[in-house]
């Protein structure tokens, strides 16, 4: 069965600190991975997404890792912000381009001021 | 970016009663909708696939006739969600691939429905 995890559940930080948020994946043959943020009550931002063929991508204060072969990806926060509260969510596309998303179980990151 | 609009973003209706969902791309043609269900404090699950002309087609444990997806046209897909009760009350998301962007999904805002 094709899953996917993030750990932890829930992450409280202070203001300032740069943070890693955690995503695996059971089946490696990914096509694509993919961030996203979500607020209470709301739909999905798309933050970053990952080719299976790339190590990572850079947006901002943002990076995501993609490692294949262990079936993990990361995504890590720097200078965290008040403003970055939220869901973070990781989904895997796997097989062809033209197969569904599988979410993982996001990650409620408060971040404190 | 791509834009996809979803209406109504709150429904709150009586048991019984059938509600409509739509979910529209605004700038680019989507071959392929997904309509995903999101309980609280949980994460995105998927209900169905939805294509242009075609029937959708159903994740286990999803009732197809309970949940009626209709994809008329590359720009607008809907679910009805029949004979609604309370256990129904959750968050749909729409999202709307798009084939000239590498197949990347486009989110809708999530319509929030309430069965009383």
């Known amino acids: 069965k094709q899953e996917v995890t993030q750990i932890p559940a829930a992450l409280s930080v202070p203001e300032g600190e740069n943070l890693v948020l955690n995503c695996s994946f059971t089946?490696?043959?990914?096509?694509?991975l993919q961030w996203f943020r979500q607020d209470p009550g709301k739909g999905l931002t798309s933050l970053l997404l990952i080719q299976s063929s790339q190590r990572e991508q850079t947006s901002g204060r943002l990076n995501a890792s993609l490692d294949k072969s262990s079936g993990r990806s990361t995504l890590y926060i720097a200078a965290s912000q008040p403003g970055d509260s939220a869901t973070y969510l990781c989904a895997v596309t796997y097989g062809g381009a033209t197969n569904k998303l599988i979410f993982g179980t996001g990650t409620l990151l408060a971040v404190q001021p | 970016g791509a834009v996809v609009s979803q209406h109504p973003s709150r429904v709150i209706c009586k048991s019984g009663t059938s509600v409509k969902i739509e979910c529209r791309s605004l700038d680019f043609q989507a071959t392929t909708m997904f309509w995903y269900r999101q309980f609280p404090k949980q994460s995105l699950m998927l209900m169905a696939t939805s294509n242009e002309g075609s029937k959708a087609t159903y994740e286990q444990g999803v009732e197809k006739d309970k949940f009626l997806i209709n994809h008329a046209s590359l720009t607008l897909s809907t679910l009805t969600v029949t004979s609604a009760h309370p256990e129904d009350s959750s968050f749909y998301i729409c999202s709307a691939r798009d084939r000239g962007a590498k197949n990347i999904q486009y989110f809708g805002a999530g319509t929030r429905l309430s069965v009383l």
């Open positions: 089946d490696s043959a990914i096509y694509n």
